[in-house]
């Protein structure tokens, strides 16, 4: 199935009044438009005049363009497509060709789905069906080849992501509310606290469930939001009330620059 006759940039306007039972629209250039010898389309009408977007129209139609005739400027259009209501349209409005519900439509379900080929075929080269299996974790697929020779595959996640069950409280830090905000994770594999209402530097150490009370950063409170590690080790904090941007560092050849306690 060839989807619909296609092209960048085209919109026009009629040159009068239609009724909604008008099925020939002037317009005020129809060499504009694509040939429906390569393929019908749909238009999007509306009175631009007085609704900058078609979406504003109330009264807004899609048509479909069955013929072009660029001799007297018309296109024969047949009305009231994708779900919307043949009306009347004043002079001017406008003509667009627009990426429409029914142009995703046909891609999803007559080109993806079925494995159909995009030059213009009226069938398909290759069947290819994929099948999701009702655990989400067992993809199978069967190609087809022109000849007739299928190859089966199957992708099993092995390792899926389990659903969090259960929440467990952590060591207490002693560091008041509101005292960190963001974290990041140290090379060593500790989770860096970035300080927000804390005077200090929080370090948390999975391998052992503790909390420890790092070094006093001296940026007075509301001091950071948020840390990411450096390329070189360091874990920095992004400064929020803070003057300066934070810099915490676990080997003190790291440590360098001016200010601050590391």
Not at 106 to 119: H, L
Request: charged share 15%; aromatic share 8%.
């Amino acid at each position: 199935m060839a989807l619909d006759n296609f092209g960048n940039f085209v919109r026009g306007n009629l040159t009068s009044a239609v009724s909604d039972t008008t099925n020939t629209f002037p317009v005020n250039n129809a060499s504009i438009f694509p040939d429906t010898a390569n393929g019908e389309y749909n238009l999007v009408c509306w009175d631009v005049d007085n609704n900058p977007r078609p979406d504003q129209d109330p009264d807004v139609e899609i048509v479909r363009v069955t013929g072009r005739d660029t001799t007297n400027d018309e296109l024969t259009v047949t009305r009231a497509q994708e779900n919307t209501t043949a009306v009347s349209h004043p002079n001017n409005s406008a003509l667009h060709l627009s990426y429409t519900q029914k142009l995703a439509s046909d891609i999803e379900t007559n080109y993806v789905a079925e494995g159909e080929d995009f030059d213009g075929q009226s069938t398909s080269e290759f069947t290819n069906l994929v099948v999701v299996e009702t655990d989400n974790q067992t993809i199978n697929q069967s190609v087809t080849d022109p000849s007739g020779f299928t190859i089966n595959s199957k992708l099993i996640r092995d390792n899926p992501v389990p659903t969090p069950t259960c929440y467990f409280g952590g060591p207490a830090h002693g560091e008041g509310g509101g005292a960190f905000m963001g974290a990041a994770l140290a090379p060593d594999g500790r989770v860096i606290l970035a300080p927000f209402g804390s005077s200090n530097v929080g370090i948390f150490d999975p391998s052992d469930n503790s909390y420890t009370s790092g070094p006093a950063h001296g940026e007075g409170g509301n001091a950071f939001m948020g840390a990411a590690l450096a390329p070189d080790g360091r874990v920095i904090f992004a400064p929020f009330d803070s003057s300066n941007v934070g810099i915490t560092a676990f080997n003190l050849d790291y440590a360098v620059g001016t200010g601050g306690n590391r």
